[in-house]
């Protein structure tokens, strides 16, 4: 327990404490309370919940992981854990050769 006055170092607290950052939950129904631990404990859970319990993550759909030392904040059944092992590439191809290296919508001079 804290008392009220002490809610803003209490967050301080539990984003410092642990070098692991897997799940946390935040309870309240003060939303400048709520606000405040969003911003203080942005970096605190790879899984972040606002009144719900803190279990049970549907895969796919509220995915696991972590941050800091809880891992790479990747997160199984996400595109996320995909961008991981992948090197994008964009590739444009043009049907119709150009005739010219100017752009005609540029005009003469």
């Known amino acids: 327990m804290y008392a009220d006055q002490d809610y803003e170092k209490a967050l301080d607290l539990v984003n410092s404490t642990s070098p692991y950052a897997l799940t946390g939950a935040i309870f309240s129904r ?5 606000e405040l631990a969003n911003a203080k404990l942005r970096h605190a859970a790879g899984n972040y919940y606002i ?3 803190p279990t049970g993550a549907v895969v796919g759909q509220q995915p696991f992981g ?12 996400s595109i996320l854990n995909m961008f991981r092992w992948i090197s994008p590439r964009t590739m444009k191809e043009t049907m119709v050769s150009p005739t010219d290296y100017r752009y005609p919508f540029l005009g003469e001079e």
């Open 51 to 53: 009144n719900d319990k």
């Open 66 to 77: 972590g941050g800091r030392a809880s891992g790479t904040n990747d997160k199984a059944g």
């Open 30 to 34: 003060d939303r400048a309370a709520i």
